[in-house]
């Protein structure tokens, strides 16, 4: 049985004020590990410990390259132990073992990637004359704090803690109660690389009593925030409460625009991967297919028949596809399937795995929306399962004003063979990233990822990132 702490200052507390908290296993609905859950008083205490960090420790004293040298061996430690992390993601999650290994994998990429970037941070010179020098610096802003979701709570700590230490920042981590326990594993590989002590703690806790708390407080000077909308709004309201940055990266309904002159037999293995990878618990799913009318029969068909033989199971065992995350989600997901036969004719695929010690998971299965149009309510809102609204359109301008007819803007696919559609698709889309034959493609932590309108704003990965954890001053020396 695992147990995470509290780790606040360098110091690890088994227990905390709030109590115990437990993590369940969502295939099975058994009790896998324990979480000391912080309150209000662990609060002051993490945002002393990394202000302290920030303000007095050696972090932002140490050269750039020594920097680099720690980032580098946190993402080594991270490949050493990817067998023990992955296990544990996977059961902690229900994400399938290979999906847990890739989340392990990308989260090292985020350390390496950012290592080698640690010593290039300059800043520019502005010329003013004779008798004038000017230039620009770039500074720590200081002490980030991380609001971790569920679905991939230790790539998205890597995604979010690695560039806020490259920056030079201190960092609160505060997980999702229903994955807390990978968050300790990367504590642990922090210490171990050498990290100094506060330079990043972890708080697991009622996100609604202590993510409240930690997001007005006056000691944090940043926020990463990856969530659902409305949840991010309340925390961009306690940001505004001491007018601090977020970044925001929330939820999405994205499209995947096939075009009739598409390889159909490369188009649908992305296309189902787009809307079943996670069981559809992944904020860029595509869960909307645009098709060109005249395939529509045809990849519905070939859609149904893909579906119906997904092998779902225990995350563990490696399934197609494994739980949602609880049976409180489930039952939100049902929900939806029952709001799509409203609207629409559900075409459902899967086995459910009904063998002992299975009973107790929160096990949906996928599922096809045919017969309806945009403005469905299957086809706006998020489910975060696996379910993809299948639309019509005749031509590129009716795909795009299809796309774009959403209130949210976080990635689309297009398939196509013409370079036409595809270059028009990407000029016009109104999102912040459009893939042309592909949705993803593995351990991508070099481009900029972010979303339009109620997707958020603010670019996690690549170059950008950094800048959401620096500030810029600027310094003008007159002489003679
Ligand atoms: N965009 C994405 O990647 C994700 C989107 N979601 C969406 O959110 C829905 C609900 O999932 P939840 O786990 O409830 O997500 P949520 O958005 O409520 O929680 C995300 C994080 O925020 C924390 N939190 C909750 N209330 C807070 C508050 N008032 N102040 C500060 N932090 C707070 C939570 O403890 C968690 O760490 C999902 O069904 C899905 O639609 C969930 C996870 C990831």
Redesign the pocket.
């Given at each position: 049985m695992h147990h995470a702490p509290l780790v606040i200052g360098g110091k690890t507390l088994a227990e905390a004020s709030d109590g115990i908290g437990e993590s369940r296993d969502p295939s099975t609905g058994e009790v896998i590990g324990t979480f000391a859950r912080a309150g209000l008083t662990e609060v002051d205490q993490v945002v002393a410990a990394a202000r302290h960090a920030f303000d007095n420790g050696p972090w932002t004293r140490m050269r750039p390259f020594e920097r680099g040298r720690i980032l580098r061996r946190i993402g080594e430690l991270m490949l050493e132990r990817r067998d023990d992390i992955a296990r544990l993601e996977s059961r902690d999650s229900g994400k399938p073992l290979r999906d847990a290994y890739w989340e392990v994998d990308c989260s090292a990429r985020f350390f390496e990637y950012y290592a080698g970037v640690a010593d290039k941070q300059h800043g520019t010179s502005i010329p003013l004359g004779r008798g004038i020098v000017d230039w620009t610096v770039k500074d720590a802003i200081g002490v980030s704090l991380q609001?971790?979701?569920?679905?991939y709570p230790f790539q998205l700590i890597a995604r979010g803690v690695a560039p806020a230490l490259t920056a030079g920042c201190a960092v609160v981590i505060?997980?999702?109660?229903?994955t807390p326990l990978s968050a300790y594993e990367f504590l642990k590989i922090c210490q171990e690389a050498g990290l100094p002590d506060g330079q990043v703690n972890l708080v697991n806790g009622?996100?609604?009593l202590i993510?409240?708390a930690?997001?007005r407080h006056r000691g944090v000077d940043q926020i990463t925030?990856?969530?659902?909308v409305p949840?991010?709004q309340?925390?961009l309201e306690?940001a505004a409460s001491h007018a601090i940055p977020c970044n925001m990266?929330?939820?999405?309904k994205s499209p995947q625009i096939l075009f009739a002159d598409a390889d159909m037999e490369k188009a649908l293995p992305i296309i189902a991967g787009g809307f079943l990878t996670h069981a559809g618990?992944?904020?860029n799913a595509g869960t909307r297919l645009l098709v060109e009318r005249k395939a529509h029969d045809d990849i519905v068909s070939r859609l149904h028949d893909h579906i119906r033989k997904i092998n779902i199971g225990r995350a563990l065992d490696d399934p197609d596809m494994g739980p949602v995350i609880n049976a409180g989600?489930k039952a939100?997901v049902e929900g939806f399937y029952e709001l799509a036969e409203s609207e629409g004719q559900l075409l459902m695929g899967g086995n459910l795995p009904l063998e002992a010690g299975l009973a107790g998971g929160a096990f949906v299965r996928p599922a096809l929306v045919t017969g309806i149009s945009n403005t469905a309510r299957i086809a706006r809102e998020?489910v975060?399962g696996p379910i993809l609204s299948v639309i019509p359109f005749d031509t590129a301008e009716e795909a795009v004003a299809i796309a774009n007819d959403s209130d949210f803007g976080l990635v689309a696919g297009v398939h196509t063979a013409s370079i036409d559609h595809a270059m028009h698709m990407a000029q016009d889309l109104r999102v912040g990233q459009v893939w042309v034959n592909s949705f993803g493609i593995g351990l991508d932590v070099e481009f900029p990822f972010g979303g339009y309108k109620l997707s958020g704003f603010g670019r996690e990965k690549g170059l950008e990132a950094i800048g959401a954890y620096q500030q810029i001053k600027n310094v003008c020396v007159r002489f003679g």
């Open positions: 609001i971790i979701p569920w679905n505060k997980p999702a109660s229903d009622r996100g609604s993510g409240d930690l997001a925030f990856t969530g659902s949840t991010g309340r925390v306690a990266e929330l939820g999405g618990q992944v904020c989600h939100e998020e975060f």
